[in-house]
């Protein structure tokens, strides 16, 4: 079964603090996508980070960054320097790469909602 | 920049009334999706499609149906509408298995 987990359900810190975000996902398969999407307060999605299971450098976006650790099935999420346009709701999510039944199953975690202090 | 365009943003029904959310890409997708996030939860499927003329159930379908005529557009219709099914609805597309899911804006269904 596929399954991901936000364990943090809010995190509040102060301004220019750093934050980790945590995903821990579990899947059966040896080839599949991991992704990270922000959900900011007006509702929409923004995607991310797309990043496939044979890639395990961790990746930096300004002050956004991403370890992926396949030894501890974890795909963890970075923010340095937080602002307060960083206040959101961060869903993790995991993709299968293989066909099943002719849908490609895609499991979001529960998100983490984050609120950054002034 | 289109992208995935999704209408109403905001509707009121009755309990009882139906209604079509509307969902449609214009970046040329196989996939597409419908999700329904309920407050403070992740994301459910309700339907996908994998292609024009082809859908099928997710996790949560009953009380919804989809069609896919065209590979542009993947209509959500709700019949008999319920409380229950107040939620926000996201419709979403990619190309192909394993791409990066394009969100739309939502849509904020209440049901009273």
């Known amino acids: 079964a596929q399954k991901v987990t936000q364990a943090q359900t809010e995190i509040s810190v102060v301004e220019k603090e750093d934050v980790t975000l945590d995903c821990v996902y579990e899947t059966r398969d040896t080839t599949y996508y991991l992704f990270w999407y922000k959900q900011p307060p007006s509702g929409e999605l923004v995607f991310l980070i797309r990043?496939?299971?044979?890639?395990?450098q961790n990746e930096i976006s300004g002050r956004y960054s991403w370890n992926f650790q396949k030894s501890t099935s974890s795909f963890n999420f970075t923010i340095t320097a937080s602002q307060v346009v960083d206040s959101a709701v961060y869903f993790c999510a995991l993709s299968e790469a293989r066909e099943s039944g002719g849908y490609q199953k895609v499991t979001f975690g529960t998100g983490t909602k984050l609120q950054v202090i002034p | 920049n289109a992208g995935v365009t999704q209408t109403p943003k905001f509707r009121i029904l009755k309990i009882g009334q139906s209604m079509t959310l509307q969902c449609a890409q214009d970046m040329n997708h196989n996939y597409m999706y419908w999700y329904r996030q309920d407050p403070g939860m992740g994301l459910k499927l309700i339907y996908y499609?994998?292609?024009?003329?082809?859908?099928d159930k997710g996790e949560v379908p009953n009380g919804y149906n989809v069609s896919r005529s065209t590979t542009e557009d993947f209509p959500l219709r709700l019949e008999l509408a319920a409380p229950s099914q107040t939620s926000v609805y996201f419709c979403a597309s990619r190309w192909d298995r394993g791409n990066t899911i394009y969100f739309g804006e939502g849509s904020w269904l209440t049901v009273v």
């Open positions: 990043r496939n299971s044979f890639d395990e």
């Open positions: 499609s994998v292609g024009a003329g082809i859908t």
